[in-house]
């Protein structure tokens, strides 16, 4: 069974920092663009950054850039996410996705995509 499977989350003080991981099962992540977003209690859910299939071109959304780096290890088949000096509206439910297709527009194409991962939850408070 193909699967993306998500870690790394859980609760942390403003300023401080996690990484996520997002390990593929099933399948291997070489051919994939990889991407993460995060939902939030009572809103959409949004794109955050995604790298495409050799990790030479990545993409942010504003609100993280230069807090929030992403990587990819295909020896693993895991992407990470490191996140620093968090703030608590980066509070939210952490989800990976893969696709076999990668644009400008990727972290908008929230339909697009062929694998989601469940999701890991990251609260950043005091």
């Known amino acids: 069974q193909s699967q993306l499977v998500e870690s790394g989350g859980g609760l942390v003080q403003p300023g401080g920092s996690l990484r996520l991981s997002c390990t593929a099962s099933?399948?291997?992540?070489?051919?994939?663009?990889i991407g993460w977003f995060r939902q939030a209690p009572g809103k959409e859910r949004e794109g955050v950054s995604c790298i495409n299939f050799n990790g030479e071109e990545t993409k942010y959304a504003a609100s993280v850039k230069g807090r929030f780096t992403i990587s990819r290890d295909d020896a693993k088949n895991t992407v990470y996410l490191q996140m620093n000096n968090l703030k608590p509206e980066d509070t939210g439910v952490y989800f990976c996705?893969?696709?076999?297709?990668?644009?400008?527009?990727?972290?908008?194409?929230?339909?697009?995509?062929?694998?989601w991962g469940k999701g890991t939850l990251v609260t950043v408070s005091s």
């Open positions: 996705a893969a696709a076999r297709w990668y644009g400008s527009n990727w972290l908008s194409q929230i339909n697009g995509m062929d694998f």
């Open positions: 099933g399948f291997t992540l070489d051919y994939y663009a």
